[in-house]
Nanobody
Framework: QVQLAESGGGLVQAGGSLTLSCAAS????????LDWYRQAPGKQRELVAT???????NYGESVKGRFTISRDYAKSTWYLQMNSLRPEDTAVYSC???????????????WGQGTQVTVSS
């Protein structure tokens, strides 16, 4: 199976930038798409960005134009570049690999442990 480990969270002032990493290990060849989610206290979990092996991307409306998802194939690592950060971006950010079926085999959904991003005003 796949294992995911996020890193790069921390404190940043409004208007600043931060880049998160999601390092994958295990059955990384089975990964078709990877998602970044975030959840702030008292709020619903929100899809931030997705990237597929076909190169397609999707972004949540609240981060569109400010965040960029990318992948380093050699390092089996996905990134979330966050620019023009706002206090409302404060949340726990987690990466996720959705469930998938490959050659008749089921690969389950996997979540990372999450990393805290705090944006001060």
């Amino acid at each position: 199976q796949v294992q995911l480990a996020e890193s790069g969270g921390g404190l940043v002032q409004a208007g600043g930038s931060l880049t998160l990493s999601c390092a994958a290990s295990g059955s990384t060849a089975s990964i078709i798409a990877l998602d970044w989610y975030r959840q702030a206290p008292g709020k619903q979990r929100e899809l931030v960005a997705t990237l597929t092996t076909a190169g397609t991307t999707n972004y949540g409306e609240s981060v569109k134009g400010r965040f960029t998802i990318s992948r380093d194939y050699a390092k089996s690592t996905w990134y979330l570049q966050m620019n023009s950060l706002r206090p409302e971006d404060t949340a726990v950010y987690s990466c996720n690999v959705p469930q998938r079926w490959i050659n008749g085999r089921h690969y389950p959904q996997v979540w990372g442990q999450g990393t805290q991003v705090t944006v001060s005003s």
